[in-house]
């Protein structure tokens, strides 16, 4: 990223004073806490010439893939402790030191938790690369929870979105990473064909209590992606339920995988899992139901048979990290 410089030339009218502007570049890095306006303008230079006219405005960040320009009223020497690395962002202001604190890009981040270690550690969508995967893969990271560094794979928290879909969508993946949406039985398998593995799946009821379950040795392998757990973290507070569905292959409602003969349990119970041979005892892709109702004997519904029994949930999220 290039500096920018501007002048009085963008002054059309009252211009009394004269002033000539150059803003350096940081690249990753962003400054939180100290945001006079947020905008969307088609790029770098629009978001300067913004922060150039207006008085308050000591730096910026620009985000170049969702054209973000953040005013800022302070500079990441009036605030070091909030001047953070932040994947696709450049920070701009008038100290020509500024560019040596850029970050290189790295297409060797192949997870979450390598971003962590480097030093990125907002929640949020980064760009990863896995091996197999040189165009990159969008994901979002969870940096907070137990130690961080978790590629969140499925998130459910407010019924925006259809999770009763087929084969295709499943396999490519759906949804908005900054709300609900699931990340692709592919990408699942590309990312955890190798290394270990560990997995943790996180609930949420409707009176805003909590549970979460971690199973170690984690894999989804071959064309019908069927499911690998090993050991269950015993300090877990949802209960063992997705042990009983190992070893089994994904389901919708267009191609059926599961070892139950006598149904589809996907067309049947209204969205896509690994089902057993009883259909299943999680189903976190279930008919979002709410608030809390209990869809027995059907069973449709978002569950975790060990946390709730059958009552439907209001939040839930996978996701994975190297086992250490």
Known sequence: MATLAFTNGLCYSNCHTEFNLTFYPAG?????????????????????????????????????????????????????????????????????????????????????????????????????????MAEGLQVYCDMETDGGGWIIFQRRQDGSVNFFLNWAYYQAGFGYLSGEFWLGNEALHILTETGQWQLRVDLGDWEGNTAWAEYGEFRVTGDKYTLHVGSYNYKSTAGDTLTHEAGSQFSTKDQDNDNNQWSNCAQEFEGAWWFDNYCYHSHLNGKYTQPGISEYPGLPSNSWYTYMYMTSLKKCEMKIKEAT
């Open 28 to 132: 990753n890095r962003a400054l939180n806490n100290h945001i006079l306006v947020v905008k969307t303008v088609s790029s770098a230079v629009i978001c300067g010439r913004d922060c150039s006219m207006d008085p308050q405005c000591a730096s910026f960040n620009y985000d170049a893939s969702s054209h973000l320009c953040d005013l800022n009223d302070a500079t990441r020497s009036d605030s070091p402790y909030d001047f953070v690395n932040k994947q696709g962002s450049v920070y701009f202001d008038g100290n020509s030191e500024t560019s040596l604190f850029s970050i290189p890009n790295h297409e060797t981040y192949t997870s979450c938790q390598m971003l962590l270690n480097a030093g990125y550690s907002d929640n949020g969508i980064y760009t990863i690369y896995p091996s197999g």
